[in-house]
């Protein structure tokens, strides 16, 4: 009977010792394996992993609760451009207490916030020369309207980037620049919004 089991192929033959010849042979057995739950390495990997995905679901919403809310859009019914020309007015009034770079950020946040609500372009979020090559494309708009729009452009960008003390009548050319463009800029003629 001995015989009969050592000739067993491997797979089939049975885990305990055999006996052949009279010799005893071990087989060869697998190293037993803990369960996955009692490896220290994988349980501190799992609570790592853990932790980075609670750490930027944390940061994700820190994030998203602490932007602004969106400031609401003047209804079409008012004179939008009046509230602008308000606003201008008010910038004007305090222009001489700004310094020139403040001043010209102001009054390029209030121009890309004009033409954010009267052309529907996310114009807060865009550089000069994207506005600029957006108000190329617009049909109708006056080549003096277009040349004051770009003067605006190239001084608010000269005085902000180059941070330098604009001259007085820099200062006043600013702001009558953009009065000059919240008074003629056109209408939008479709209510879709344009990036």
Known sequence: ??????????????????????????????????????RPALLALLVSAAIAFLG?????????????????????????????????AELRSRSGQMDAYLLAIETSRLIRE?????????????????????ALAIPGLEAPLRHRFESFLILADRIKFEQHGALPRE?????????????NWIKPTSSKPTL
């Open 1 to 38: 009977m001995a015989a009969s089991i050592a000739t067993i192929p491997g797979p089939l033959r049975p885990a305990a010792n055999c006996v052949n010849g009279g010799d005893l042979i071990n087989d060869l057995q697998l190293v037993p394996l803990h369960p996955w739950w009692q």
């Open 56 to 88: 930027v679901l944390l940061w994700a919403y820190l994030r998203w609760k602490t932007q602004p809310p969106p400031s609401p859009p003047m209804p079409m019914e008012t004179d939008w451009a009046a509230e602008f020309q308000r606003r201008l």
């Open 114 to 134: 004009f033409l954010a609500h009267a052309q529907r372009w996310h114009a807060t979020c865009q550089t000069s020369r994207e506005l600029l090559a957006l």
């Open 171 to 183: 200062r006043a050319q600013l702001l009558d620049d953009a009065e000059n463009l919240i008074l």
